[in-house]
């Protein structure tokens, strides 16, 4: 706190005007960047997050409407550009659509913030904390969802705090971040009232109380709870995803194959996960069609390795099925176990993907943006089509669901799949085209917080990282260094007795509660203004009986 009067009081002196807003939103943008995974600290500096909107929250307050809108765009493009920069090594019209589209979002944001801090004057701060929420979770909706950068997601590591995702999901953890940064900020503003710098301590202080006491109560709770274990194994195999050819392919599969045998000779395993899209020819549309002899002979070859192995498998696969007249193409899960006879002839269990990542697999508006999409292609986006069907497999003994890659960072998603009555996630993911660490910990730290929402626990198997195992507390109990052929072998446990967490049941009920308190503050705040009341009053009664209806209106 001292640390930030001091910047604050020497930004004050030596600045003024634009030249000072400016040094706020660069500061902005370099305290939310760091605070996230990123290509400096892998797991990011999570004490900056409760700092991250201190610059944000002063900007806004000292900014006419006119100069927000620059300073709004600025702040989108570059703490996303910075935050994502990894984006470039898929496809450069991806980050460049993705930095204007969230500059844009940001404008408004910010424009909002203003809105609401003149409504609420009172208890601007508060307000705007509350705004800023509401931003995050209306990002994550839609074709345009992008739940990268959302605060709570910084703070990955602490347990103790993650623990509130099972009864509000994420949003009670970036509710207290942004509060945090709020009552700093009021208390930099001086000239703030007693009343509402009160309100601000008093709300972030029993706030941040409460999520560390039911943290520990909910550690201790599960921790006490009967588990059933499933041993499990999650092979990474490092592919490049920037190399294609039947060769390329021949040489994962062989890759993929040797480490499972080593893994199996390691750890007797139910169960052994292949990363996603990790067998590249689509494997049922080359059995029936026959069309490349190489082809069908790799599917042969794999067809017979799972055959004599005593182990079910998933595999991340293109899903190439004909509708009509033509092929659709989707990114996809096989299950195979020659327990279910569904090898020889092979007739896997199947999941579709269902949410795609914008401009890299979907782009829903070709008709309307041909260029875009055209320039898409070029750049070389796999555009796929979407599943519909939230797929559970009862395979060994264990329930479970295969959200793939971008998926698991979406927890309405998959607590529907929980809903369907999965207990647990196999997740295949492949960001190995980033050739980021920062991509792979940003992915990794969002799909800690959907074990913990469902109190399931997660297998990951990536192509290049990080495969891991990860409890119902959000613990990783097993990792795989990145960028290395490896496996990751272990035990994935269990609720003994399935219990259904008040988030699955009733998912992001928390954000309408932030809704409804922000109307009730602004509609407190427009009731103190009562020189416009009494005016719509004197229009409508003409004049009649005004002060006994100001009377009951008090």
Known sequence: LCCCFSVWSGVKKSFMGTSRKLVLIFLAILLFFLSHPNFIFNNGLSFLAYFALIPVFICIRVSSIKSLIPLGFLYGCLSYGLLCSWFCSFNPYAIYLG?????????????????????CARFSFLAMALVWCLYEYLKTLGFLGFPYGILAYTQWKNTLLIQSASWGGIWPLSLLLALSSATVSCLLQREKSVKEIKLLLISFGTFFTFLLLSGAFLLKKYNSEEK??????????????????LEVYKR????LM????????????????????????????NYIERNDTDRYA????????MQ???????????????????????????VFDRLLENIEMPAPLVYKKIHLVPFAETFPYKKLFPGIYK????????????????SVFNIRGLSFSCPVCFEDTFGDLCRRFVLEGSDAFINLSNDSWSQSNACQMQHLSMAVFRSVENRVPSARSTGSGVTCLIDILGRIKNHSEPFAENYVCGNIETLAEKKLSFYTLYGDYFVIIELFLLIFMSLLEALKHFTF????LCILTRGKNITKIEECLT
Do not use: H
């Open 258 to 285: 040797a480490l499972t045998d080593q893994a199996l000779d390691d750890f007797n395993a139910k169960i052994v996960v292949w990363p996603e899209t990790a067998f590249v020819p689509p494997l049922l549309y």
């Open 298 to 305: 790799m599917v042969l070859n794999l067809l017979d390795f």
């Open 533 to 536: 009341f009494r005016s719509l």
């Open 228 to 245: 059933k274990s499933f041993p499990i194994i999650c092979v990474q195999n490092n592919t490049d995803s920037n190399k294609y050819g």
């Open 99 to 119: 930095t204007a589209v969230n500059g844009l979002f940001m404008l408004l944001l910010f424009l909002a913030l203003k809105a609401f801090s003149f409504l």
């Open 308 to 334: 004599k192995r005593d182990c079910a498998f998933v595999i991340g696969n293109k899903i190439k099925e004909k509708e009509g007249g033509s092929y659709k193409d989707y990114n996809g899960v096989l």
């Open 252 to 255: 994962d599969a062989k890759t």
């Open 375 to 390: 320039a898409l292609l070029m750049g070389g986006s796999n555009l796929w089509d979407a599943g519909s069907e939230f």
